[in-house]
């Protein structure tokens, strides 16, 4: 199975600061990689998938790069709904598809 | 709209079969390019992939729990059913149904069941 590593596990970030979350996948996974958000208590949602398209009604702050094995989420300026935990996720050819261990963004 | 709703017990205990079913709206699993996915999540661990099923009955699992999954679809009540059998303390998760589009080089999980939570304990 391909192994997908986040870091850092936890990020102390102000309201309005620029946020980077990498994952790395064992092996390439070219731009078959997607990112959710997930709040407590809720189901995750679709962010970003392709690597770098954002899904129906994402906020332009959101903003995905990389591929092969190094990836990068991206929000330009924190709102305060943006605490939350992400996952990366590779989808490359069929199943197994697997995710992330999640980075928790927390107000500092 | 889509939308997807698990259901299932809250309570089993070990060694018993667990059956959820997901019951969804706003698509068809008839449809090409559409698939449904169980994903489970440990309290406080991150997301587990299970099983998938696509438009054509082809079906996916993980390989870490394959001898003990079964996913099936009812297109004519459009449920999709996920079976574990042998379940035990460390199956206590949440587990959510998930649509998937699966296009022709990207697939993704783009609308999310709440889940429903289920505990192991004798």
């Known amino acids: 199975d391909i192994v997908m590593t986040q870091s850092p596990a936890t990020l102390s970030v102000s309201p309005g600061q620029r946020v980077t979350l990498s994952c790395r996948a064992s092996q390439s996974v070219t731009t078959h990689l997607a990112w959710f958000q997930q709040k407590p208590g809720q189901a995750p949602r679709l962010l970003i998938y392709a690597a770098s398209t954002r899904a129906s009604g994402i906020p332009a702050r959101f903003s995905g790069s990389g591929s092969g094995t190094e990836f990068t989420l991206t929000i330009s300026s924190l709102q305060s709904e943006d605490f939350a935990v992400y996952y990366c996720?590779?989808?490359?050819?069929?199943?197994?598809?697997?995710f992330g261990q999640g980075t928790k963004v927390e107000i500092k | 709209q889509i939308t997807l709703k698990e259901s299932g017990p809250t309570l089993v205990k070990p060694t018993q079969t667990l059956t959820l079913t997901c019951t969804f709206s706003?698509?068809?699993?008839?449809?090409?390019?559409?698939?449904v996915d169980w994903i489970r999540q440990s309290p406080g661990k991150a997301l587990e992939w299970l099983a998938f099923?696509?438009?054509?009955?082809?079906?996916h699992y993980s390989p870490s729990l394959k001898s003990r999954l079964t996913i099936t679809k009812d297109t004519s009540k459009n449920q999709v059913v996920l079976t574990m059998t042998n379940i035990d303390p460390a199956d206590t998760a949440t587990y959510y149904c998930?649509?998937?589009?699966?296009?022709?080089?990207?697939?993704?999980?783009?609308?999310w069941g709440r889940g429903t939570t289920v505990s192991v304990s004798s």
């Open positions: 706003g698509f068809s699993l008839t449809t090409y390019g559409v698939g």
């Open positions: 998930v649509h998937m589009v699966v296009g022709p080089s990207h697939y993704y999980m783009d609308v």
């Open positions: 099923i696509y438009w054509d009955d082809e079906k």
């Open positions: 996720q590779q989808y490359n050819g069929w199943p197994p598809w697997t």
